[in-house]
């Protein structure tokens, strides 16, 4: 059974709403609806629970004619104590956040305890799973934390997505990394 770890397109950004409940763009879809049409249907489709998430699983799992279950444990790395900020900034504290992963930077979920969190929930939904391939959909850094998990290397920003709707994959029987960072256009 091969997992695919997909994470959300383009989205629309707006400092007034909270960021969990952020929606995809026109282009996001766009992408989205085209790697439902090209990838081998899965057999779930499982979303965090923030909207741009489940709005991109959405796409997938219509393509495959299937339901979106959601966990809360893939959702992305808590940036409540921050709320928005401004694209250099974001990723100034994403960069302290990473190289320091058991601090909580600026009161953002400390990074280690997002990658348990994401590994813990990768681990109940394969323990549920009996038939077919399966699709994850969640976010940029939660999924970095995963790959970083899954490659068994210490939790590393330089293995972040090249940018946002990428995939990567891995074998649940033996958690082998089959394919890195991709763009969904090449997924």
Known sequence: MIVRVVTHPEIVVDPAVPVPRWH???VGVARMRAYARRVPAPGAVWSS?????IEAAGLLAAWHGLPVAVH???AEIDRSGTGYLPHDEHFAVADQAFANPHTSIRGWERIADAQARMVAATEAILATHRTGDLALVCHGGVATLLLCHMLRVP???TLDQPRGGCAWSFDANTRQVLTQWEPIEAA
């Open 24 to 26: 995809l763009s026109e």
């Open 49 to 53: 629970d923030e909207t741009k998430a």
């Open 72 to 74: 809360p444990g893939l």
């Open 155 to 157: 939790i590393d920003r």
